[in-house]
């Protein structure tokens, strides 16, 4: 796991569902919810949030911050809804969408072709 990790996706539940696997496979690493109290916290290593919460605090953060973004619940509109937030951040960028037997991860050097 790199230095400082990111998880967005839609909803507060799968926010809350994140934070929990996480503590249940990696649970030494440091994690936090990203809001306007703790937007500026940066002794962190996993940090989760809603795609709304980061959009109005990921300029707080250095473009080089976050080693890894997983988007999850990802699908094309969210692209183009929160296409700022995808290109501020030098890192590298999983997303992830769930059809009914799929999983799949989509480069984001892909999205940036399009």
């Not at 809001?35 to 500026?40: D, E, K, R, W």
């Not at 959009?55 to 473009?63: A, E, L, P, R, S």
């Not at 999850?72 to 969408?97: P, T, V």
Request: aromatic content about 20%; charged content about 25%.
């Amino acid at each position: 796991m790199g230095k400082a990790n990111s998880f967005l996706c839609d909803r507060r539940e799968l926010r809350k569902q994140a934070y929990n696997a996480f503590c249940n496979f990696i649970e030494s690493e440091p994690r936090i919810y990203v809001t306007s109290q703790t937007a500026h916290d940066r002794n962190k290593r996993i940090y989760l949030a809603t795609y709304p919460a980061m959009m109005k605090y990921f300029q707080n953060f250095d473009v080089g911050f976050f080693d890894l973004v997983i988007a999850d619940e990802s699908h094309r509109s969210i692209y183009n809804r929160y296409r700022d937030l995808f290109l501020y951040f030098d890192a590298f960028q999983g997303f992830n969408s769930n059809t009914k037997r799929y999983h799949y991860i989509i480069p984001m050097n892909y999205l940036r072709r399009r």
